[in-house]
């Protein structure tokens, strides 16, 4: 069982930038795919972007595609999200998790951690 730790999260304004980190524990973080999902209030949770478990393939959501970055250090035991050009329709808790499936047939598996506030002014 992974668990994870997500940060890195805050207030920022528009066309500002921000990196999460998700910090896992357990010794299977290497082997396992993962991704970054979003939940704005009164939404429904979405997923942002993917990664593969060795980091050689990666999925994001039209939205964030060009904007954001996914990546993973697989010796830290740590899932990155680079976010660039951050708008205010990217407000939302953020969250890391194992998934399973890809593109549109992305699902998470197993708990989430707690998530990152990210705030986006305008």
């Known amino acids: 069982q992974v668990q994870l730790v997500e940060s890195g999260g805050g207030l920022v304004q528009a066309g500002g930038s921000l990196r999460l980190s998700c910090a896992a524990s357990?010794?299977?973080?290497?082997?396992?795919?993962m991704g970054w999902f979003r939940q704005a209030p009164g939404e429904e949770r979405e997923v942002v972007a993917a990664?593969?478990?060795?980091?050689?393939?990666?999925y994001y959501a039209d939205s964030v595609k060009g904007r954001f970055t996914i990546s993973r250090d697989n010796a830290k035991n740590t899932l990155y999200l680079q976010m660039n050009s951050l708008q205010p329709e990217d407000t939302a808790v953020y969250y890391c998790?194992?998934?399973?499936?890809?593109?549109?047939?992305?699902?998470?598996?197993?708990?989430w951690g707690q998530g990152t506030q990210v705030t986006v002014s305008s």
């Open positions: 998790a194992r998934i399973t499936g890809w593109s549109s047939q992305i699902r998470s598996v197993g708990s």
């Open positions: 990664i593969t478990y060795s980091g050689s393939s990666t």
């Open positions: 357990g010794r299977t973080f290497s082997s396992v795919a």
